[in-house]
């Protein structure tokens, strides 16, 4: 599987209250709710540079704070399918599989990768490619069984065929 | 020929001997009072399109942070703030968080014989202690705040002479339900309800400003009940003595009215405002059943501490009912105050009611306690037009605090007769 | 070998005969907790699952506290959702609007040592403070624990903050975890749990415990675990519950690292947004002025949190700059400091009390903070906007010190007498 697009790139700590803040979460749809990514550190149009394929990168910590599954599926919503951080918050690690995205996790990429470059990444070879730039670098892949829910789609269509774990 | 009580008023306010309905008098106000709902826009007004700005006389100026308090978003925390700034500013007296705007009016400004202009309709409350009071919109309010007067049309008077003794169960809430189910919304418009008769020298202070409260309802421009010993014992007793000068008035027994309503006490049984106006006032009998999801006892119409604890003398040893929420909201700290000290928040707490911080709250319908599509709200507030708690697809009815009580703990409209 | 408190737990909860570290295990959930901005998903993907039945209904609790009251009508649709999810699957442990989840998990007893328990919240973690292993995951993963009754968690590493000495006068365990934060820093245990353990934790109630496992998170935490030990026994047989487990940490057990703290040597600290992590003694910014002051939380909103605010503020009079703003953290918490005489003793002071629930931590009612405008708050995060205006500034400190600080109008230290 490859994914490609652009990069958005965000610092350390980046919280779930920046990527959608509480006041939006009573919103009737995921729709509505993802026109207000990032809203208070992008302004309020972000969602609108968003392509399928695009890819969000960011430092450590990605994801902290609450356990808001919105923020997740608004990424999702707004098509992208892949996150790229030096570290994530186990919370928002998990609503990301559970929601299909694939979630490489790595110390050194972030870095080689700037605001809207072009990247390619192919899941099974491991490998990111910074077009942009022309530097590649591998990471380490997801374990089968996580892979298998992202795979899934996500966790609902993963219990569609399934009773338990 | 005679005056009104309300001629009298206007009259003396804009320094005439005599004055008739129809006239045009420019007055000089004693209270100014804006609150947090439509300050932001006179603020705004007032310093972009008046040409030399200035406020004719700060000490008469009372700004009130009511409506959404504690604020509930960055919009309305702002503009409240803005109302902060400029009332330090220009020193002026500012209200914040301490109560809904016409308690306050009414515990520490409002004398008899004064004229409270207020840019809130239900400033006609002030007519409890005789005293003229009423809504304008911000363009009149920039302009008196510049200026120090106001214009108004003085009103025909209409009267209603009551006579007769409630029944244990039913209201001062009640009565004036009925009063408007008399008139109809706009059957007072431009006029004064003045009410008179040995009934109300028999009601509370705080029945009459439940009177006076609502008479905007019925359209009218100011609701008026002529001051007695009670107010000034009423008024003592919140701000201690002496008290600056006040003027109490009395109609001339050759004043001229419009038209005379009588009712008898005797007869009145417990009425309630169906949705979506207020002068869809039936018996409460007609709405016996009905399922109420949430229920509201407070705002400047029923969350005196007599509203109070005609609530909590219901509520006492009882649970709200599972599938209702209860919510109560003081008139104001003082109100909140006095129901700490005589346990009536404790009893509430203990019933499940959820106990609101003192301000407009569920009969604001937009900060707190709003309500959901389909929703039924049994309320004591003042208003039930459609959407005004929440959802334009819910109901409103208005009741007395009695009657709150009783169905909070039934989960459905319940009349407080049968309750005991 | 020996075990930690975290493996211990997960090991007595799967089909295994020895866990460590690093292991993804499938483990047996005591209880969940969902609250109402997410109840009305974990219905729909549920349903979508294909679940019908749930798999324990008297181990899910549904609570109603972020939107509490409700300001908006979809605030009520997100209420009717949750209330028709506990209607069609008869769970027991319903409350519509009786305070923060966190807190009645623990007031109710629906929380109880050695247990595993799951909510949709991030401060789940809270429960630690009781020997619970608890945690927050997403309303997806809920659903499948409605379905399934199971979880799979990856046995965290632990890192050991071992305490010793006593807090002194004025300091609160709200200042011990706001340390410990500051040093960890907000990613320092991401994917693994604390574990407090030392003398000086039989001298910490377990309220104070609770304020500290609820903050674990915000230094990445999965978990923040105290032992159970008698302290715990007598919280739990005052509710009736005689036969709860006291549980411990093996003395051989292995950590990641270990962290040593002083209690007695502890100031009171203050984080300053945006970022819980920026912790600083109180010193660097006492004296500055403040607007607003809240007490409340799942973090401080405890019947011991408004004791300490009530006898700092006893007789005394607010700043007339501050507003301060009381939230307890449930009713059955305003219904005690009625009959303690708290409530009044803050209202006199000058506090607006406002209804129970989360209040102005949610950021969606309760006391938005103006933009330029300055906060000291008892709760348990700071971000960017989330309690007010972008240019809004919120430091994080302990009851007592915002208790000081609101007679001051400024940032005051409680622990040098006024």
Redesign the interface.
């Known amino acids: 599987m490859k994914i490609s697009g652009k990069v958005f790139k965000f610092g350390n700590n980046i919280d779930t209250d920046i990527i959608i803040p509480t006041k939006y979460l009573v919103l009737p749809s995921l729709d509505e709710m993802a026109r207000h990514i990032f809203e208070p550190l992008r302004g309020e149009n972000f969602s609108a540079q968003l392509s399928p394929g695009d890819v969000i990168t960011a430092g450590k910590n990605f994801g902290c704070g609450s356990s808001r599954e919105q923020a997740v599926q608004c990424i999702t919503a707004c098509g992208v399918k892949l996150v790229i951080a030096e570290s994530f918050s186990r919370l928002f690690f998990r609503n990301c599989i559970n929601n299909g995205i694939y979630v490489i996790q790595s110390p050194s990429i972030p870095g080689m990768l700037s605001e809207r470059d072009q990247v390619e990444i192919d899941i099974n070879a491991c490998e990111v490619k910074n077009i942009t730039s022309g530097i590649t670098a591998k990471f380490e892949p997801l374990s089968d069984f996580l892979y298998e829910i992202v795979q899934s789609g996500n966790l609902i269509d993963y219990f569609k065929t399934r009773k338990s774990w | 020929m005679g005056m009104t009580i309300t001629e009298k008023i206007l009259s003396h306010a804009g320094g005439k001997k005599h004055v008739s309905p129809g006239e045009i008098v420019t007055i000089t106000y004693n209270w100014l009072m804006s609150n947090d709902a439509t300050t932001h826009v006179s603020i705004n007004m007032w310093k972009n399109k008046v040409k030399n700005p200035r406020i004719f006389d700060p000490g008469k100026i009372v700004f009130v942070i009511d409506h959404n ?6 919009k ?3 503009t ?2 803005l109302m902060r700034i400029f009332a330090r500013e220009h020193n002026l007296q500012l209200y ?2 301490e109560g809904v705007c016409h308690q306050l009016l009414m515990e520490n400004h409002t004398l008899p014989g004064q004229v409270v202009i207020g840019a809130d309709s239900h400033t006609t409350t002030a007519g409890a202690y005789g005293a003229f009071g009423s809504g304008f919109g911000s363009t009149d309010i920039v302009a008196a705040l510049h200026e120090g007067t106001i214009w108004v049309k003085v009103p025909e008077t209409i009267k209603f002479e009551i006579s007769g003794k409630l029944k244990s169960y039913v209201t001062a809430k009640d009565l004036i339900l009925k009063m408007i189910q008399y008139l109809g919304a706009k059957g007072a418009t431009y006029k004064t309800m003045e009410i008179t008769g040995d009934a109300v020298k028999d009601f509370s202070v705080e029945e009459r400003i439940t009177l006076t409260n609502l008479a905007i309802e019925a359209g009218a421009k100011n609701g008026i009940i002529e001051a007695d010993r009670k107010v000034i014992d009423y008024i003592k007793g919140i701000r201690g003595e002496p008290l600056p000068e006040y003027t109490i008035f009395k109609s001339d027994p050759d004043a001229e009215y419009r038209q005379t309503f009588t009712i008898n006490l005797d007869e009145l049984e417990p009425m309630v405002a169906f949705p979506h106006t207020l002068d869809n006032v039936k018996p409460l009998k007609d709405a016996v059943g009905t399922k109420v999801d949430e229920v509201f006892i407070g705002s400047c119409s029923n969350g005196r501490i007599e509203d109070l604890r005609i609530a909590a003398h219901v509520l006492a040893g009882k649970k709200v009912h599972r599938s209702t ?1 209860l ?1 109560i909201s003081p008139a104001s ?1 003082r109100v ?2 006095q129901a ?2 005589e346990g009536l ?2 009893t509430f ?2 019933a ?1 009611a ?4 003192p301000n407009c709250s569920v009969c604001w319908g ?8 389909d ?1 039924v709200l049994l309320s004591t507030g003042t208003r039930n037009f459609r959407g005004r708690a ?2 334009p697809e ?1 109901k409103i009815f208005l009741c007395s605090p009695r009657t709150a009580a009783v169905s909070a703990v039934t989960g459905k409209i319940t009349h407080p007769g049968e309750f005991e | 070998m020996g075990m930690t408190l975290s493996e211990k737990i997960l090991l007595s909860r799967a089909e295994k005969k020895t866990i460590k570290a690093g292991d993804t295990v499938l483990v047996q959930v005591d209880g969940v907790m969902m609250h109402d901005l997410f109840a009305p998903k974990v219905r729909e993907i549920f349903y979508a699952m294909g679940f019908k039945k749930v798999w324990d209904n008297e181990r899910i609790a549904v609570i109603n506290d972020h939107l509490v009251p409700a300001k908006t009508p979809d605030d009520i649709e997100l209420h009717k959702m949750g209330r028709l999810f506990v209607e069609e699957q008869e769970i027991k442990r319903y409350h519509p609007g009786d305070g923060v989840c966190h807190i009645l998990m623990i007031e109710r007893g629906y929380a109880r040592p050695g247990e595993i328990i799951l909510g949709t919240d991030s401060h789940t973690c809270t429960y630690g403070g009781a020997g619970v292993f608890a945690t927050g995951i997403g309303y997806t993963e809920m659903a499948a624990i409605c379905g399934t009754g199971n979880i799979w968690l990856k046995v965290p590493e632990t890192i050991k903050i071992h305490l010793e000495g006593y807090l002194s006068p004025g300091i609160a365990s709200k200042d011990l975890i706001l340390k410990i934060i500051g040093d960890l820093k907000a990613d320092g245990a991401i994917y693994k749990a604390l574990e407090f353990s030392g003398p000086a934790v039989a001298g910490l109630s377990l309220a104070e415990r609770l304020t500290v496992s609820n903050m674990a998170v915000e230094c990445g935490a999965k978990a923040g675990l105290f032992p159970a030990d008698e302290i715990t026994a007598a919280y739990y047989s005052e509710l009736g519950e005689q036969s709860v487990a006291q549980i411990k940490a093996d003395p051989d057990a292995v950590y990641c690292r270990t962290m040593h703290y002083d209690l007695t040597a502890l100031t009171p600290q203050v984080s300053k947004s945006p970022n819980v992590d920026d912790v600083s003694d109180i010193a660097c910014f006492a004296g500055l002025e403040i607007d607003q002051a809240f007490l409340g939380s799942c973090t401080n909103g405890r019947i011991d949190d408004l004791r300490i605010a009530a006898k700092i503020l006893a007789g005394k009079k607010i700043h007339r700059n501050v507003r301060f703003i009381v939230t307890p953290g449930s009713q059955r918490i305003y219904e005690k400091a009625l009959e303690e005489g708290i409530i009044q003793v803050l209202h006199e002071s000058g506090a607006q009390i406002t209804a129970p629930g989360c209040g102005l931590c949610s950021g969606i009612l309760g006391g938005i903070v103006p933009n330029g405008d300055r906060m000291i708050s008892s709760n348990n995060r700071n971000f960017l906007g989330r309690l007010g205006g972008l240019t809004s500034e919120i430091f994080l400190a302990s009851p007592a010190t915002i208790a000081a600080s609101v007679l001051t109008g400024k940032i005051t230290d409680p622990s040098r007498g006024s």
Do not use: Y
């Not at chain 2, 308090?69 to 960055?74: D, H």
């Not at chain 2, 937009?366 to 599509?373: D, F, H, T």
């Open positions: 308090v504690p604020a509930e978003n960055v309305t925390a702002d409240q703030k914040d968080g929420r919510l700290r909140f105050k700490l000290d928040i404790l707490v203990k499940g959820l106990v609101l911080n937009a900060c707190q306690g709003v309500i959901g599509k929703e929440g959802s819910s």
